[in-house]
């Protein structure tokens, strides 16, 4: 299995900063594509970012030009920089990765349990 460890969440003024983690740990062999996802109050989860190993990246429309996404396949690790935070980027931010674990002969998906994001007007 693959366990999924996000920090960096909390409560920050609009135009503000703040930047995500994500460390994966278990026992598995790869990891292919990490990224990140949110999910607003009454609104269906949706990607934000992913990076996968080579680095090659894929940003939702609203992240372009102000989020970065980041990994250190060595510490097998995702970040997210968040820059020129809005009220409508407030959501709970979901860190997931495609990964193939010892014992299941198959790539698949794994969820963090979240880290809440609130930006204040």
């Known amino acids: 299995q693959v366990q999924l460890v996000e920090s960096g969440g909390g409560l920050v003024q609009a135009g503000g900063s703040l930047r995500l983690s994500c460390a994966a740990s278990?026992?598995?062999?790869?990891?292919?594509?990490m990224g990140w996802y949110r999910q607003a109050p009454g609104k269906q989860r949706e990607l934000v970012a992913a990076?996968?190993?080579?680095?090659?990246?894929n940003y939702a429309d609203s992240a372009k030009g102000r989020f970065t996404i980041s990994r250190d396949n060595a510490k097998n690790t995702v970040y997210l920089q968040m820059n020129s935070l809005k009220p409508d980027d407030t959501a709970v931010y979901y860190c997931?990765?495609?990964?193939?674990?010892?014992?299941?002969?198959?790539?698949?998906?794994?969820w963090g349990q979240g880290t809440q994001v609130t930006v204040s007007a």
């Open positions: 278990g026992s598995f062999f790869s990891i292919n594509r």
């Open positions: 997931n990765c495609n990964a193939y674990v010892s014992g299941s002969y198959s790539w698949n998906d794994y």
């Open positions: 990076i996968t190993t080579s680095g090659t990246t």
